[in-house]
T-cell receptor, first 110, second 114 residues
Framework: EDQVTQSPEALRLQEGESSSLNCSYTVSGLRGLFWYRQDPGKGPEFLFT???AGEEKEKERLKATLTKKESFLHITAPKPEDSATYLC???????????FGTGTRLKVLA | GAGVSQSPRYKVAKRGQDVALRCDPISGHVSLFWYQQALGQGPEFLTY????????KSGLPSDRFFAERPEGSVSTLKIQRTQQEDSAVYLC????????????FGEGSWLTVV
């Protein structure tokens, strides 16, 4: 069964304290792994798509990487405005739907 | 439009009422998805449209849930005889193609059943 698991569930960082969020996936024939940011009361906002192992994407303080089993979202020198829930998703094999992890709630303290 | 638009943003319904949630996808997007998100959880798939055809409705939790996209653009998710467990955020998303394209979400419709 296709599955996405994110860890940790919640993370508190001091401003400037770098860390990584994990997204482990089980899917036959990966057709992309998607990262989203979700602020309270808002819909998920697209961040990155990764398609193959070894691929990396960067945007400001965020860098996403992909292996054959998991993806990491690295946050370098985070700021309070990076506080949000970060979601990852994969398209499932043989269907049209994308499945999401439960997210990592990140809080960056000033 | 510039993004996916959903209405109403907030809806309070009495138990047993019917509700209709509207989604206006990004212009020209072929694919349209409905997701349900409970507090503290990730989005859960409800249904998928490719143009006007509903190709997957495996996530609809009961026959009280019904979705349509009659002209291949605007979509409506209807919930009949609402129950308290239907309280959630209902997210609509769209994408350009039919494969593993990026899906873009609206702000969601927050449904509270009292």
């Amino acid at each position: 069964e296709d599955q996405v698991t994110q860890s940790p569930e919640a993370l508190r960082l001091q401003e400037g304290e770098s860390s990584s969020l994990n997204c482990s996936y089980t899917v036959s024939g990966l057709r992309g792994l998607f990262w989203y940011r979700q602020d309270p009361g808002k819909g998920p906002e697209f961040l990155f798509t990764l398609y193959s192992a070894g691929e990396e994407k960067e945007k400001e303080r965020l860098k996403a990487t992909l292996t054959k089993k998991e993806s990491f979202l690295h946050i370098t020198a985070p700021k309070p405005e990076d506080s949000a829930t970060y979601l990852c998703a994969v398209p499932t094999s043989g269907t049209y739907k994308y499945i999401f992890g439960t997210g990592t709630r990140l809080k960056v303290l000033a | 439009g510039a993004g996916v638009s959903q209405s109403p943003r907030y809806k309070v319904a009495k138990r047993g009422q019917d509700v209709a949630l509207r989604c206006d996808p990004i212009s020209g997007h072929v694919s349209l998805f409905w997701y349900q998100q409970a507090l503290g959880q990730g989005p859960e798939f409800l249904t998928y449209f490719q143009n006007e055809a509903q190709l997957d409705k495996s996530g609809l939790p009961s026959d009280r849930f019904f979705a349509e996209r009659p002209e291949g653009s605007v979509s409506t998710l209807k919930i009949q005889r609402t129950q308290q467990e239907d309280s959630a955020v209902y997210l609509c998303a769209s994408s350009t193609g039919t494969g593993s394209n990026t899906i873009y979400f609206g702000e969601g419709s927050w449904l509270t059943v009292v």
